[in-house]
Structures are given as C-alpha cells and as structure tokens.
C-alpha cells in the first residue's frame, strides 16, 4: 500500500511540538511509557521523552521547534548529545526538529558509529518531512494531534 503524501503544519509553540513527538513516539519506536521527562528548568540531560522500546531499550527524545525555517545548528546539537552522555544507561537519542540542517544526519551516523566503540547511546535525527511521513503512516494520530494544537 502506498503512502499517502499529506503536508502537516508543524506546531507553533515548544509545548504542543512535545506533546506531537510524544505521540508521534509513543507509535513510531514504539514504547507505551513514553513520557515528558522532567519538567522545564529541571535538569534533563538533553532529554525531553524517556521510555523503552519493545526490547528493553531506554530512548530519549530531544525536541527541537525551529520556526519558519529556522535552523538547528551543530553546536547546539553536539551540546545536547554531550547533555545525554550524563544520563545513565541511555541506548538511543532521538532528536526531532522541524528545523532545516541535512548535515545533522550525517553528523549523527559519524557519531552512533564513535558512540559504538565506547558503548554510548545511537543518534537518530527526525526532521519536520521525516515526523510528517510517520504522521502519514500512522493517519489516526493526524485527528487527535490537531486538537492538541487548537
């Protein structure tokens, strides 16, 4: 069956961003107890969802809104991943953003693949295009995710 190809409009504010990618999540890794990881201002390790995978895996996932085209840029993201190191046992960072930065991907490969020599945690990145294609495979989020935005 083919994908449908519909075009989502990312959430305006950080709060609503975090509650699409908790559900988006909670269905794409999958893990049932993916939750809000602490709360702002908190230390969080560069972690904003924490649950486990169908294997026992503990996953953080780091969401990042960039607005109207806005940029994540490579220090900000290398911070985040040096965040994560500090919490204990993770096996795999998420970073979701609707940001444009395609040199993310590539520097998040280089790094699961130095991260595997030292026993660290993987990094994946999921742009805005990346959330809209799970959001497209999943079409009874669409529904319950705008009302979390209105």
């Known amino acids: ?6 075009r989502h409009n990312p959430p305006s504010d ?21 939750e809000r990881f602490k709360a702002r201002g908190q230390v969080q390790h560069g972690i904003d969802l924490l649950g486990n995978d169908n294997d026992g895996r503990i996953c953080g996932v780091q969401c990042k809104l960039r607005n109207a085209g806005g940029v994540l840029n490579e220090n900000d993201f290398l911070a985040d991943v040096e965040k994560a190191k500090s919490f204990p ?15 993310l991907q590539t520097l998040a490969a280089t790094l699961t693949r130095d991260h595997k020599k030292q026993d660290l945690f993987t990094v994946e990145v999921y742009t805005w295009p990346d959330l809209e294609d799970i959001l497209n495979e999943h079409p009874s989020l669409i529904d319950s995710l705008q009302r979390v935005s209105s």
């Open 89 to 103: 046992q993770l096996d795999r960072l998420i970073f979701a953003t609707t940001a444009r930065n395609k040199n």
């Open 14 to 34: 950080e709060d609503a961003f975090e509650r699409w990618c908790l559900a988006i999540f909670r269905e794409h890794i999958p893990s049932k107890n993916l």
């Open 1 to 6: 069956m083919a994908l449908s190809s519909f």
